[in-house]
């Protein structure tokens, strides 16, 4: 178990560190969802990876017919459910391990407030989390990697004593002018291509 006063790293780090093909695929998700440094990716990616081993365990169990596996396979798929990575419906053990890391980052805190239009860009998102202009139920999160369950999405809002929440704050005002400018610019014309030649 370890002495409580050495903390455990939540993440595990890549076993080869300069391979070029995943590198470059992490420097893609780094941009795409705004992350602050490798870390909070590989942390996204032990997430995952703990829900993965969980669910193989189960699917191990359920084949030999053991009750309590049925229990503990619910409340994984219950738990995933609620947090919005898997579907609502019917979600499978099959469903779970066919999950990719980028699934779990879309459900950070930074992401939902930019693609609600909270902010303007990600790393906006990330320093309005981290300076406390974003509240869920009127209470203020700091954090820019909370993993937003899918019936807090539609709760999120700036803090109310922020003054972010102001609709003639300059941060609000940008946001709106950026807003209009691309429903009044003009689609871009398709260039013909010359592949078949």
Known sequence: ???????????????????????????????????????????????????????????????????QARVEA?????????????????????????????VVLQRRLEWIVCARGLAGTCKQARQMIVHG???????????PGYLVAGSEEARLAYAPTSGVADDTHPIRMAMQEKQQARSEAPPAPIEPTTEGR
């Open 1 to 67: 178990m370890g002495d409580p006063k050495f903390l455990r790293r939540g993440y595990d780090r890549p076993k080869h560190p300069w391979e070029a093909q995943r590198m470059e695929e992490e420097r893609k998700l780094l941009q795409k969802y705004g992350l602050k440094n490798k870390r909070e990716l590989w942390r996204s990616q032990s997430v995952l990876r703990g829900f993965r081993r969980q669910a193989r365990d189960l699917q191990a169990r359920l084949r030999t017919g053991e009750p």
């Open 74 to 102: 619910d409340g994984l798929l219950g738990r995933l459910t609620r947090l919005g990575i898997l579907p609502v419906g019917t979600p499978s053990i099959d469903d779970v391990l066919a999950l990719t890391p980028e």
């Open 133 to 143: 202009h974003i509240a869920l139920d009127g209470r203020r999160i700091t954090r």
